[in-house]
C-alpha cells in the first residue's frame, strides 16, 4: 500500500477515499450505472482498510466502509491423460474475434465458410457458434466406467495431472452414479468452481482461524492470508490431501465437454470427431438390464453434448446458447457481461465454440489449443495505486521513453512499482499528474499500464509532467521527431554521440552479431581508447590493438579477435535486426528477410515504392516509412558499407520451409549441452516454429538447459509444457 510521505496527511486521503468510494456505492447499487470496474472500487477499499490500520485513530464507526469423506492421502498420483486436455487462446475484442472467424473460415471447405467477412455478408457463413461462460475455477478431467464414478484428476500440463479422484467425490454436483442409459466408458470434462458468497464465509473462517483449515501462509501482520479469488480457492480446496478439508469448502462442478465415449458396441468416439448417430446394442451385461442398451441419439454438435451431459445428471452453463453468426456472439457476450458482477460464480470471460463437431475436426487443434475454440476473455484485473514520480529511459535509438514510478501494487497476482507510459502523447491524453490516483491493469497478464487518472483523487498538490528540453543522460538538445508529415509521438534525443544511446546501440549491435566476449565494460573501454568509433570498426581490431591493454593481454586479445572473426558472416534478418531501424524488431526484420531475400533487394525496393513493403503481413505504414528513412540517409548507407568493406558478409534469407513446429511458440531459458541456444533457435524457425522471449499462455514449450531463470518459473505456474534437452532433442 502508500506510503505518505512527512508533507502529506493521511487524513486528506481517507477523507478522499472515503468519498470515492460512496460515489462508485452509489452509482452501482441506486443508480444503476457502475463506472469502474469491481478491481477498482476493491481495490480502494483495500487502501482504505490498511490507512485505518496505520491509524486507527481516523475510524468512523458511522463511515460507509464500516456498514454493510475419505482417509487422508500422504500424495497424490500422477494420472496420464488418454487425450490432451487443451487451453484455449484468448481473444479481448470484438476485432481479435472477427479475425478468428476469418482465420478458421480460410481452413473451412468453401461451400461451408463462403469466404466472406461476417461484416460485409450479415447472413454470415453457414454454420453456427455455441457460447458458454468461461468458469474461473479449476479444469477437471471425470472417467466413468459402466455408470460409475471410478477417476477424477487435474489438467496439469494437459498430457500428466493429479489423481484427485477423493476429493472430487466430496462435490455434490457431480454424479456418483449415472442415470439409465448410461455409456459403457465416458470421460466428462469441466470446471470445480467455487461460488462467492463461500469464499467469503471461508475466508472469514481463515481470517479467525476457525474450522478444519490447512495451515496457511502469515500476512505481515502475523496473521492468515485469506484466498485471493474463487479460482484460487477452488483449487487449493481440491489440492488437500485430506478430502475432509475439500468437503468443507463445498464446491460445485460445471461440466462442459466429453472428450470420449464408449457405448457397449465396438464403437469408441474421441472428439472432436465427426457427429455420429448412436445405437447402443441390445445386449445386457451382468446383470443389466436392456433398458441400458436401448436408447438412440445424436451428437453432432457441440451444443448436444451439453444436452447429453445435462441428461446424465451434470450441471451445465444456464446461460449457454447457440449463436448463429459473430453479431449474436458479440450480444451473448455483451449482455453476460451485465449480469457477471452479480453472477454466482466468478468468471473471466467467455467460451465461443464452433457448433458443428464435424466443423471442429477439420479444424483441429494447434499446439495445445484448438482453432475451433476461442476464449474472450473480459478487462484484465486492475488496481489503483498513486504515481510517485515519472523518470526518464533512453533507448539506443534516442528516444525518450516516460516511466511511471509508483509503489509496489499487486495486480493480476504479482507485484509492481513501474510501467511504461509511451510518451508525451499517452500523458497528455491521460491527464497524468504526478501524484494522481491512477487504475492499472497487466496487459495479456504481463506488462503493467496505466489505463486510467482518477481525478476526483486530486488534492490539488499533483504537478504536470514536462518532457525535458535536454537528454538526461548526455544535456543534448531534444527534440520531437519528425517522420514525413505527421510529427511522431516521441521525443529523441539528436546527439548523435549521446552515450546512453551509443552505449545501448553498440551492446545490442555485438549481441546481435553474437560476439559475446565483447561484454559493456570491454566495449566501453575500447572507446574511451580511441580504438573503435562505432560498431564497424569492431571489425578492424587486431590482437596488437588489445594486447598491450592493462587487464588483457595476448591470450584475451586473441580470444576476442577470434570471436570477431567467426561472427563476420550474418542473416539478412539478424542483419536488419542489429542496424536499430526505428519500429523494427526481431520478427519485423525477419518478415523483411524472408520477403526480399537479400539486402541489394530491400534497398531498391526503399528507393522506389513503398507499397511492396506495406504488402508484408504485419507491417504497415509507419514501419516501411520507418524502414524507407533509414535507407535513404547516406549517413547509414555509408555505416553499411563500412561494415561490408571491414568484412562483413550479409548472407541471403532462405525462404521458412513448412514443418511441423508451424504455429508452436518455443521459449529457451538455460544452458544447453548439445547446441548453444542460438543454434536451437535456428532449428525451430527451420522447422517452421518461432521462438519468444518471455512466457505466456500462448507458449507452446519451454526448453529447459542448465542454470534455467525465472521463464521455468513462470511456465511451471502458467501451466506451461516444459521440455528439457533430452526431450527437445527428440522433438527435432
Not at 461451400?111 to 457463413?125: A, H, N, Y
Not at 484460487?232 to 480446496?237: C, E, F, R, T
Not at 518532457?467 to 509521438?489: F, R
Amino acid at each position: 500500500m502508500q506510503k505518505f510521505d512527512n508533507n502529506k496527511k493521511p487524513q486528506q486521503r481517507i477523507q478522499k477515499l472515503r468519498a470515492e468510494i460512496a460515489r462508485l456505492r452509489d452509482a452501482y447499487h441506486t443508480e444503476n450505472a457502475p463506472n469502474v470496474t469491481d478491481d477498482v472500487y476493491d481495490s480502494l477499499s483495500r487502501e482504505l482498510k490498511e490507512l485505518l490500520k496505520k491509524y486507527p485513530e481516523l475510524e468512523d464507526i458511522n463511515s460507509d466502509e464500516n456498514r454493510v469423506a475419505g482417509k487422508p492421502l500422504d500424495k497424490f498420483e500422477k494420472v496420464k491423460h488418454s487425450i490432451r486436455m487443451l487451453s484455449l487462446n484468448d481473444v479481448f475484442s470484438d476485432e481479435e474475434l472477427y479475425d478468428w472467424e476469418n482465420r478458421i473460415k480460410k481452413l473451412l471447405p468453401p461451400e461451408i465458410s463462403q469466404g466472406r467477412s461476417l461484416r460485409e455478408f450479415p447472413q454470415g457463413p453457414s454454420f453456427n457458434y455455441f457460447c458458454e461462460v468461461k468458469f474461473d475455477g479449476l479444469a477437471v478431467s471425470l472417467i466413468y466406467e459402466n455408470g460409475k464414478f471410478v477417476r477424477g484428476a487435474t489438467r496439469g500440463d494437459g498430457l500428466i495431472g493429479e489423481d484427485i479422484t477423493q476429493n472430487l467425490k466430496t462435490i455434490k454436483s457431480i454424479p456418483l452414479i449415472l442415470p439409465k442409459p448410461f455409456p459403457e466408458f465416458i470421460e466428462v470434462r469441466g470446471e470445480a468452481v467455487m461460488s462467492k458468497k463461500t469464499l467469503e464465509k471461508l475466508n472469514k473462517k481463515i481470517l479467525e482461524g476457525k474450522g478444519s483449515l490447512p495451515a496457511l501462509p502469515t500476512g505481515q501482520a502475523g496473521g492468515r492470508q485469506a484466498f485471493a479469488n474463487t479460482r484460487n480457492a477452488a483449487a487449493g480446496s481440491l489440492r488437500q490431501l485430506d478430502p475432509k478439508l475439500s468437503a468443507e469448502r463445498h464446491l460445485d462442478f460445471f461440466a462442459y465437454d466429453i472428450a470420449e465415449i464408449k457405448f457397449y458396441t465396438k464403437e469408441v468416439v474421441k472428439f472432436p470427431s465427426r457427429g455420429s448417430h448412436f445405437v447402443p446394442l441390445n445386449a445386457p451385461k451382468e446383470g443389466r438390464s436392456e433398458e441400458n442398451f436401448t436408447t438412440s441419439f445424436v451428437l453432432e454438435n457441440h451444443s448436444d453434448k451439453h444436452k447429453y451431459l445435462k441428461n446424465l445428471g451434470f450441471q451445465v452453463d444456464p446461460n449457454d446458447a447457440i449463436c448463429k453468426n459473430l453479431n449474436e456472439v458479440i450480444s451473448f457476450i455483451k449482455k453476460f457481461e451485465t449480469i457477471r458482477p452479480n453472477f454466482l460464480y466468478g468468471t473471466d470471460g467467455v467460451v465461443i465454440s464452433v457448433n458443428d463437431l464435424r466443423l471442429q475436426e477439420i479444424l483441429g487443434v494447434v499446439g495445445k489449443a484448438p482453432r475451433y475454440m476461442a476464449a474472450f476473455k473480459y478487462p484484465a484485473e486492475k488496481a489503483t495505486t498513486i504515481v510517485k514520480d515519472i523518470k526518464i529511459n533512453v533507448g539506443r535509438t534516442g528516444v525518450l521513453t516516460p516511466l511511471a514510478i509508483f509503489e509496489p501494487t499487486l495486480v493480476a497476482g504479482s507485484k509492481v512499482s513501474k510501467a511504461t507510459l509511451h510518451n508525451m502523447d499517452q500523458i497528455e491524453r491521460l491527464d497524468l499528474r504526478i501524484g494522481d490516483t491512477v487504475v492499472i491493469e497487466k496487459a495479456g497478464d504481463v506488462i503493467p499500464k496505466v489505463v486510467e487518472v482518477l481525478t476526483r483523487m486530486r488534492t490539488g498538490k499533483e504537478k504536470k509532467f514536462k518532457m525535458p528540453q535536454t537528454c538526461p543522460a548526455c544535456g543534448g538538445k531534444v527534440k520531437k521527431k519528425i517522420l514525413s508529415e505527421v510529427s511522431s509521438v516521441a521525443f529523441y534525443c539528436v546527439n548523435p554521440k549521446c552515450p546512453a544511446k551509443d552505449e545501448r546501440y553498440l551492446e545490442h549491435f555485438v549481441s546481435v552479431f553474437e560476439i559475446y566476449e565483447l561484454g559493456p565494460k570491454i566495449l566501453r573501454r575500447f572507446k574511451d581508447e580511441g580504438l573503435i568509433t562505432d560498431a564497424a570498426d569492431i571489425f578492424t581490431l587486431t590482437k596488437e590493438d588489445i594486447a598491450p591493454l592493462e587487464r588483457f593481454g595476448e591470450k584475451s586479445a586473441e580470444n576476442i579477435i577470434n570471436e570477431i572473426n567467426k561472427k563476420k558472416k550474418i542473416p539478412l534478418s539478424k542483419f536488419l535486426w542489429t542496424l536499430g531501424i526505428l519500429h523494427v524488431g526481431e520478427e519485423t526484420a525477419r518478415d523483411l528477410a524472408t520477403h526480399f531475400g537479400t539486402l541489394e533487394n530491400l534497398l531498391i525496393s526503399t528507393q522506389q515504392d513503398l507499397a511492396e513493403i506495406d504488402s508484408i503481413e504485419n507491417i504497415g505504414p509507419a514501419v516501411s516509412k520507418s524502414v524507407s528513412n533509414f535507407f535513404n540517409d547516406k549517413n547509414n548507407l555509408n555505416f553499411i558499407k563500412k561494415l561490408q568493406q571491414n568484412g562483413v558478409v550479409v548472407e541471403k534469407a532462405l525462404k521458412i520451409k513448412v514443418g511441423k513446429f508451424v504455429g508452436l511458440n518455443f521459449v529457451l531459458t538455460g544452458t544447453l549441452s548439445t547446441m548453444s541456444r542460438e543454434i536451437a533457435k535456428e532449428r525451430i524457425l527451420a522447422l517452421g516454429g518461432k521462438v519468444v522471449g518471455s512466457v505466456s499462455k500462448n507458449t507452446s514449450y519451454v526448453v529447459v538447459g542448465t542454470d534455467p531463470g525465472s521463464k521455468l518459473k513462470n511456465a511451471k505456474k502458467l501451466g506451461v509444457k516444459v521440455l528439457n534437452e533430452a526431450d527437445f532433442l527428440k522433438l527435432l
